[in-house]
């Protein structure tokens, strides 16, 4: 058996035509655009493709863009200070400061200080509460992204059995919420869980988040499973720089029903996934019902 290959791409260019026509609507109704603010401290080039993709993309959708890059040796204290000036800025609906930070820098301090109605990226210990009791809230990009792919290709995911390897608070610890909350069976596995081959056997939903490259093999899938890949491991093979995810994607690919790639899979559903938590904060903000756009 070959599985079907659940590129992100094609979803998230439908996405994107429904979230132009939604801020073509917010913006005759409040004559602006929806604003996003991304914030790089530092020089990594992974970090600045990332923001630079994300201004770009802000752009192309017809949203205002704010980026604002700072230099590695940057001070928590002035870190918190321009934080505090986008939160009071009102053409800003959503903040994303690009993690990892500085060593210097508290992270939880900085994330903290976000206000939580401009959180996009759903890191904020308001968000998190909320998701856990089941509010409406901001939810964290890459795993609602993984949630939409999951059911555009399985539909209702109710009584499923689904398992997330890895307890991150960026991926693995809102999956998890995020599949309860689709009314799944849901096993979290990390680095230390014992058995994991065979508790992956038993997954109808393998969201893999663990940061290990290809540490997963084709005979731990569940023949017909669906398999969301996160992993992004960079390596060097035969002398060539190459991107593997969680998932010895080779041999899975023999035995799962669906899964996706690495790269070309979850990727382009993390940027379209801010988009959307941005337009939905903007409404918010403005008073308006917030559209449903998937």
């Known amino acids: 058996m070959s599985a079907r290959i659940i590129y992100g791409k094609p979803f998230a260019e439908r996405l994107s035509g429904r ?14 655009a929806p604003g996003l603010a991304v914030v790089l401290v530092g020089s990594d080039p992974a970090s600045e493709i990332y923001v630079r993709n994300k201004g770009r993309k802000a752009l192309e959708l017809g949203m205002e863009s704010f980026q604002h890059i700072l230099p590695e040796n940057t001070t928590q204290e002035h870190l918190l200070e321009l934080v505090a000036e986008l939160n009071a800025n009102h053409a800003v609906d959503g903040i994303l400061v690009q993690l990892p930070l500085p060593k210097h820098i508290d992270e939880l301090a900085v994330v903290s200080a976000v206000d939580p109605g401009k959180d996009v990226d759903g890191l904020h210990v308001v ?4 998701l856990v009791v089941g509010l409406p809230c901001m939810t964290s990009c890459t795993p609602l992204g993984c949630l939409m792919l999951l059911k555009d290709q399985l539909g209702d995911l109710s009584g499923l059995d689904a398992i997330v390897i890895g307890r991150s608070i960026l991926v693995g610890k809102p999956m998890g919420q995020l599949l309860l909350g689709a009314n799944c069976t849901v096993t979290m596995a990390h680095s230390r869980t014992r058995n994991l081959a065979d508790k992956v056997r038993q997954a109808d939903i393998v969201v893999a988040a663990s940061g290990q490259g290809e540490m997963i093999k084709g005979d731990w899938i569940k023949p017909g499973a669906t398999v969301i890949d996160v992993g992004t491991t960079r390596v060097i093979r035969d002398g060539k720089k190459k991107l593997l995810g969680d998932i010895d994607f080779a041999s899975a ?7 996706t790639p690495v790269p070309g899979g979850v990727g382009p559903m993390t940027i379209i996934m801010l988009m959307h938590n941005t337009l939905i904060a903007a409404h918010l903000r403005e008073g308006l019902r917030a559209p449903q756009l998937w």
Do not use: K
């Not at 690919?253 to 899964?259: L, R």
């Open 253 to 259: 690919s023999q035995v799962a029903g669906a899964i």
């Open 19 to 32: 979230i132009v026509s939604a801020i073509s609507t917010f913006q005759s109704e409040t004559g602006r």
């Open 127 to 130: 968000s998190a509460g909320r």
